[in-house]
């Protein structure tokens, strides 16, 4: 580690990891909608479709802070259906209909996978998982022929319009801001012999991931007591992946993405403005038109957030644990204790193999140095406790 | 004064040695004893901590940090892997003798106990590994001096050996160092 901002990135990084989704719950979720999927396509009718959307399909997710801690899973339904031959409400119902059989189904063979239940929200159905620590969010759609291929309709009991959407535009637009999630995809597709298509971007840790995930994971802390005013974490995404400039040090790239975010937050006429890059029409900051608490919220965040970084850089010099500590006053303790365990695990690792080097400005892996011989710190027990 | 071991390394290079790692160390050899002042910053994050280092000939190389003065984890009686006097203990007794370079052992490992410290202040868990005392009965008193081998055994050659390799990646060879001695 050479330098502060690559030591708060390593930090950081590994905070953030510990509040990933496991590779092993990411499977178990998969393998749960793509049952629900193929059920529904065998039984719903012919050309319905489930396939991931949000956070999960863009590789950003945080683990809530929530008691039961229970990751979101958004799913698109879609239905081949004109927007002429049906009804919010019908679209709304038909899929709700199809999802209890399957439940039905799955407690008739008593099977114990599952869900547990299935219930309706605003836009869409909840299946739960409790045992998995999981809840896939089915949201009914039917094709929006003026925007094909990706472009879908979705319902809203609150709103007499269809609500439009372009979930797989959005994972393509998100995926051309960042050359190293591409460079990332294409080496696993280069890996496993299969099209870069076919690698889903929630299997790669990319920088750009990873700036959306800390800033997601701070204003998540920040608005636990004040949900309303909660920044969406689209919102946050879109900003962030408008401003990343394809900086690979994570907490350098989280620097200038907030710094530069303000600059994609458009007046227009008068009215706050970020366009959907998938769906111009859509403003994901409609709501501060309406709300200007809101608009005053999430300016308050964004203040914050840059607060501690720059707090966390001016704090070289001063020792591990206050960085920690000022770390733990923004971020979960846990997680950001994990992360500092981990880098003295792998600090011991690094001496063990070999790789660990002394320089001028300390230990590191990368300059050249002496090596540090593998040795045994000895002394009296290394728990001291009174 | 014990005799020297033949292949032990003269204290003056030592320092030099010292010197070329860390250019801003001080040091003096008098009377046969090596002490030096080290300003070492284990990572960007770190302090920078004024370590003393005091070697002769025979016995093992003595730690201490200045300053900063070291703290405690809350909820902890003492400092983890020092001796009496927290002075530091950075191996097992056996893994270093006078054939090798304090530079490329005792000072980057002594970098190495900070940065644990820190890590150690943060977590209350070792994380850098390493063993206990042994007790008494077991023949070394805590606080005591575990002696270093007074005969040098092929590894421990081999050792040395890997230590000049090392130096020599930044141009502090044994022979290059006598050049520079003042």
């Known amino acids: ?33 793509e049952e629900v999927g193929t059920w529904l396509a065998a039984h719903g009718g012919e050309g319905w479709r489930i396939y991931p959307q949000g956070s999960f399909r863009l590789g950003t997710v945080v683990r809530p802070n929530t008691p039961a801690g229970e990751y979101d899973i958004d799913l698109v339904c879609r239905l081949p259906i004109a927007k002429q031959s049906i009804t919010q409400a019908e679209l709304k119902k038909r899929v709700g209909s199809m999802l209890h059989a399957y439940l039905r189904w799955k407690n008739d063979q008593s099977a114990t996978d599952g869900p547990k239940t299935c219930d309706s929200q605003r836009r869409c159905w909840t299946l739960s998982y409790p045992d998995h620590g999981f809840h896939l969010d089915v949201l009914p759609t039917i094709p929006n022929t003026e925007y094909p291929p990706t472009g879908i309709l979705l319902t809203d009991a609150n709103l007499r319009e269809w609500q439009h959407s372009n979930p797989i535009g959005y994972a393509n637009w998100f995926r051309a801001r960042s050359d190293e999630l591409q460079r990332l995809l294409a080496d696993a597709a280069l890996k496993r012999n299969i099209n870069v298509a076919d690698v889903p971007e929630w299997e790669i840790r990319s920088t750009l991931q990873r700036v959306v995930q800390i800033l997601k994971w701070h204003c998540m802390l920040r608005f636990a007591e004040d949900p309303d005013n909660r920044p969406p974490s689209i919102l946050i995404t879109t900003l962030a992946a408008r401003a990343y400039a394809g900086e690979q040090d994570l907490f350098t790239a989280t620097r200038n993405a907030l710094n530069g975010m303000t600059e994609f937050v458009e007046d227009r006429d008068g009215r706050w403005w970020v366009p959907n890059p998938a769906h111009e029409e859509e403003n994901f900051a409609d709501k501060w038109n309406e709300y200007p608490e809101r608009h005053e919220a999430f300016w308050n965040w964004h203040g914050d ?82 | 004064m014990a005799s020297t071991p033949t292949r032990a390394v003269n204290l003056t290079r030592q320092l030099v040695a010292i010197l070329a790692v860390l250019p801003l160390a001080m040091g003096t050899v008098r009377t046969g004893q090596l002490i030096c002042t080290l300003h070492l910053q284990p990572s960007p994050a770190s302090q920078t901590y004024t370590v003393r280092l ?129």
């Open chain 1, 1 to 33: 580690m050479d330098t502060m901002e690559k030591m708060l990135s390593m930090l950081l990084d590994g905070a953030v990891e510990t509040l990933d989704i496991s590779p092993h719950l990411q499977r178990l979720a998969i393998e749960h909608y």
């Open chain 1, 305 to 386: 957030i840059n607060a501690v970084l720059t707090d966390l850089v001016q704090l070289r010099g001063r020792g591990l644990h206050v960085i920690e500590s000022r770390m733990s006053e923004s971020f979960s303790p846990d997680a950001v204790r994990r992360s500092f365990e981990r880098y003295g695990q792998r600090v011991r690792r690094q001496r063990e193999a070999g790789a660990l080097r002394m320089g001028t400005a300390g230990l590191t892996t990368t300059t050249t140095g002496p090596v540090v011989r593998d040795h045994t710190f000895y002394g009296q027990h290394p728990d001291p406790r009174g």
């Open chain 2, 54 to 182: 005091a070697y002769r000939h025979g016995q093992r190389p003595r730690v201490t940090v200045t300053g900063p003065p070291l703290i405690l984890h809350p909820g902890a009686a003492a400092l983890p892997h020092v001796y009496a006097g927290d002075e530091l203990c950075l191996y097992y007794p056996g893994q270093w003798n006078d054939g090798m370079w304090l530079a490329a052992t005792v000072v980057p490992w002594t970098a190495e106990w900070l940065l644990h410290y820190e890590l150690w202040l943060v977590t209350g868990t070792w994380s850098g590994g390493g063993e206990t005392h042994l007790s008494p009965r077991a023949g070394i008193r805590q606080g005591a001096t575990p002696l270093p081998p007074r005969t040098r055994d092929p590894a421990a050659a081999l050792q040395h050996d890997q230590s000049a390799v090392e130096l020599a990646a930044y141009g502090a060879t044994p022979e290059v160092m006598g050049d520079h001695r003042r």
